[in-house]
């Protein structure tokens, strides 16, 4: 089945700083790649999604890239913010049907 | 648009015991629902996907007899974890199907604790 690695698991920034959290896949066939935020307890919250006919998508101030060819994509988070701190999770759909893959998830904590 | 909801937001129960939770997509009709269960500091995994009116598909390793799922409407799925024990506490979120493949709408989670 599809496999999604996430790196890293921790990332520590400075406030305005930009913070990147990189994903790879293994289903080639995947064409639907969302970014999920999930705050403690609470429901991972869509931030941002790419599909495969797209290289970049932009919003404000995240960003995501895919590669195809080497399968791998990223989330950009630039002037951070210490309300971003979060778990960050990627997750991928796998050919076979319409459930996630989800990526192991990235702590990131934003100090002031 | 695309809100849904689950019940209860927590439950604590016996050892033995069942414990039904409810996922129900408020403003739109889900042919599809997912069921994740969330360990602490790990990540959502798929348990199952659930699709109105059949047989709900199992994740390899979720043993259906314990985990008995049932969607008998387009805007209701159940999961019901039989003979609960201390190792099926957990955060368990659903998610309903949206209109482009993989888009998913998430339910706020119900967390279950065994004693």
């Known amino acids: 089945g599809e496999n999604v690695e996430q790196h890293p698991s921790t990332l520590s920034v400075q406030e305005g700083d930009s913070a990147v959290i990189k994903c790879t896949y293994s289903?080639?066939?995947?064409?639907?790649f969302p970014w999920y935020k999930q705050e403690l307890g609470k429901r991972p919250q869509l931030i941002i999604d790419i599909r495969s006919n797209v290289g970049e998508k932009k919003d404000q101030r995240i960003a995501v890239t895919l590669n195809k060819t080497a399968k791998h994509f990223s989330l950009h988070i630039t002037e951070t913010q210490p309300e971003d701190s979060a778990v960050y999770f990627c997750a991928a759909t796998p050919s076979s049907g319409y459930a996630l893959n989800f990526g192991k998830g990235t702590s990131l904590l934003v100090t002031p | 648009g695309a809100v849904v909801s689950q019940h209860p937001s927590w439950v604590i129960c016996k050892s033995g015991t069942s414990v039904k939770i409810e996922c129900r997509s408020l403003d739109f009709q889900a042919t599809t629902m997912f069921w994740y269960r969330q360990f602490p500091k790990q990540s959502l995994m798929l348990m199952a996907t659930?699709?109105?009116?059949?047989?709900?598909?199992?994740e390899q390793g979720v043993e259906k007899d314990k985990f008995l799922i049932n969607h008998a409407s387009l805007t209701l799925s159940t999961l019901t974890v039989t003979s609960a024990h201390p190792e099926d506490s957990s955060f368990y979120i659903c998610s309903a199907g949206g209109q482009g493949r993989g888009e998913q709408y998430f339910g706020p989670g119900t967390r279950l604790t065994v004693t």
């Open positions: 289903d080639s066939a995947s064409n639907y």
């Open positions: 659930s699709n109105e009116g059949s047989k709900a598909t199992y």
